[in-house]
């Protein structure tokens, strides 16, 4: 975001959840893409996508919720996993939008932040605006 920030166009930011394979492993893991938000229309991360050639976070917490979910005999799997993975991404960028709201502003008026599974469940965290983070109490899933 500091190198090569979105264009202002760009009001909504995913910061989506998934299961990468690194170094012949699955894992868990978090990317960001961002487009214009529309609050009326559920699609609207999918048009005039920016950051497909973002990195990907490599989160060690995130590869630790993976291999205690799935990699213990005892693991709960998808249902340790879900719950694990999204209340921690969510608090972390809630935290960094706190903290560093500036850099994900940019030279947007507002970016609104999401966090979830790219093929599930997500929330939404709330909208980054110059007077800090406006948070969001909604809980939404993706079509």
């Known amino acids: 975001m500091r190198t090569t920030p979105p264009p202002a166009p760009i009001t909504g930011l995913w910061l989506g959840l998934f299961n990468p394979t690194v170094r012949g492993r699955a894992t868990a893991d978090m990317h960001l893409i961002g487009a214009p938000y529309d609050a009326t229309n559920p699609d609207w991360l999918f048009r005039q996508r920016w950051g497909q050639d973002t990195p990907d976070s490599g989160s060690a917490i995130l590869d ?80």
């Open 64 to 143: 630790s919720i993976y291999r205690l979910a799935y990699e213990h005999e005892d693991g709960l799997g998808n249902d340790a996993e879900y719950a694990l993975a999204l209340a921690y991404a969510a608090l972390a960028v809630r935290h960094l939008a706190r903290h560093i709201g500036p850099t994900l502003l940019g030279d947007a008026a507002q970016r609104v932040l999401h966090v979830g599974f790219d093929s599930g469940d997500f929330l939404c965290i709330g909208a980054v605006r110059k007077d800090g983070l406006v948070f969001s109490r909604h809980r939404e899933r993706m079509a």
